[in-house]
């Protein structure tokens, strides 16, 4: 058995596809995106597409809290929730930039104003193509295979016997 490492965050999106994969154990790789805004002029809706004016990163609203102020007095702080951003920049995990007017697909243009930069955050985990394991139709990391399937795998292995093995 080789090496077992954790990927380096940047590793996230490295050779998508051909380098890592994921353990059906482990969870699956999640974005989630949170933006501190001010001047927020429209509430936004669950599932619009946000594109920041300038940066051109993008992401989909999941949900918003409002901080203080009120969106019908266009003062309205709030903090937005987003999955599945574009354009960011994967060593820093930041998206859009301080002072950027955010479009929305239906919320409009210049709906709120970054406040900050954004944070994305990846969870689950993507382990290295050689340290996967295929069983049974799903795919495990070595150390959840070792641990759910070692006994049960050797188990099943088949065991040819021939006469000619038998002693004399």
């Not at 940047?10 to 933006?35: I, P």
């Not at 901080?67 to 930041?94: F, H, I, K, Q, R």
Request: aromatic share 8%; charged share 25%.
């Amino acid at each position: 058995m080789g090496e077992f490492r954790l990927p380096l965050r940047t590793d996230h999106d490295r050779d998508a596809g051909e380098k890592w994969g994921e353990c059906c154990l482990c969870g699956s790789r999640r974005y989630r995106v949170l933006v501190h805004v001010d001047s927020l002029s429209v509430a936004p809706t669950s599932g619009e597409t946000v594109t920041g004016a300038t940066s051109l990163h993008t992401g989909v609203m999941t949900g918003y809290t409002l901080v203080s102020g009120t969106v019908a007095t266009l003062d309205g702080v709030a903090v937005l929730e987003m999955s599945t951003p574009t354009g960011y920049d994967n060593v820093m995990l930041e998206i859009f930039q301080d002072n950027e007017n955010l479009n929305g697909s239906t919320s409009g243009n210049n709906f709120a104003t970054v406040n900050g930069k954004g944070a994305v955050q990846i969870s689950g985990r993507l382990i290295a193509e050689r340290d996967l394991v295929e069983y049974q139709g799903k795919t495990y990391c070595r150390p959840h295979f070792q641990f759910k399937f070692a006994r049960t795998w050797q188990d099943e292995a088949d065991v040819e016997y021939d006469e000619n093995d038998r002693e004399a």
